[in-house]
């Protein structure tokens, strides 16, 4: 069994701290994962961890095979999974190094195997996703946020698209139209295919950048997107430590 299962985004790609570290890749009826699984103990608790564009960052957002590693991290007994995105910020309260915790998806990817039951062995099925982000794990992640003392954003629409390039100017405004509060490319269809594996997730978010027009600059510099990522992402363990012991 795993306490928590964490997959990893741009910019975190192992999980600092962990003890009785041990490497595993279980097959899947669906491929490969990202990379291998890194399991270990944290405060007697156990942790996975996976790197979802792998330790390299060499899979591209609509390449990842999401199928596989969320049931390669079901087969080794995640019963909780928290998704790491990093984002870009549409809302005026969510600029570069906030993080948040939504808990609405709009999806705008296309091209991208959305199911278990696609026709190859799955059996189709149409899951209720009316709330896409279990009600519990966001509860916990939030509380958990609390007690390390570190500001988070409670709620919020993802808006996913597919990428691996950033969006124009046009198409933010239209997400924003359509109530989205983030931007980010990798959080479908994730979460979809954790709740077909009836499997809670949740998805902590890193905002990274303003999305395109949403900030003063003309353009998004790389250098910009991962200095603050860093800087996001050094809140993550303290939050996971804490989910971890508070259950
Ligand atoms: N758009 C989409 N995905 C992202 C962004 C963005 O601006 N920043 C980080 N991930």
């Given at each position: 069994m795993i306490d928590l299962a964490l997959i990893g985004?741009?910019?975190?790609y192992k999980f600092p701290g962990l003890a009785d570290v041990e490497e595993v890749r279980p097959g899947t009826a669906w491929g490969e994962t990202s990379d291998v699984i890194v399991r270990g103990r944290l405060g007697g608790r156990s942790l996975a961890f996976l790197a979802r564009h792998g330790c390299a960052h060499d899979i591209a957002p609509h390449q990842v095979n999401y199928r596989a590693n969320l049931a390669a991290l079901k087969a080794l007994g995640a019963a909780r999974i928290v998704g790491v995105n990093a984002v870009g910020g549409?809302?005026?309260?969510?600029?570069?190094?906030v993080l948040a915790v939504p808990d609405q998806i709009i999806d705008y990817t296309h091209?991208?195997?959305?199911?278990?039951?696609?026709?190859?062995g799955g059996a189709v099925t149409h899951i209720d996703?009316?709330?896409?982000?279990s009600p519990g794990l966001r509860r916990d992640l939030l509380g958990a946020a609390q007690r390390a003392s570190v500001p988070i954003v409670d709620g919020g629409c993802y808006g996913a698209t597919q990428g691996p390039r950033l969006e124009t100017r046009a198409e933010i405004a239209r997400m924003r139209r359509d109530g989205c509060d983030l931007v980010g490319m990798t959080g479908m269809p994730e979460a979809a295919l954790a709740r077909e594996l009836g499997v809670e997730y949740a998805c902590l978010a890193l905002v990274a950048n303003w999305a395109?027009?949403?900030?003063?600059?003309?353009e998004i510099s790389l250098e910009e997107i991962y200095a603050n990522l860093e800087h996001a992402t050094a809140q993550v363990p303290p939050i996971v430590r804490e989910l971890l012991s508070g259950r």
């Open positions: 985004g741009t910019g975190l549409i809302r005026d309260d969510m600029g570069p190094r091209g991208r195997i959305t199911s278990f039951g696609d026709g190859t996703f009316s709330e896409p982000y395109a027009g949403c900030g003063d600059e003309a």
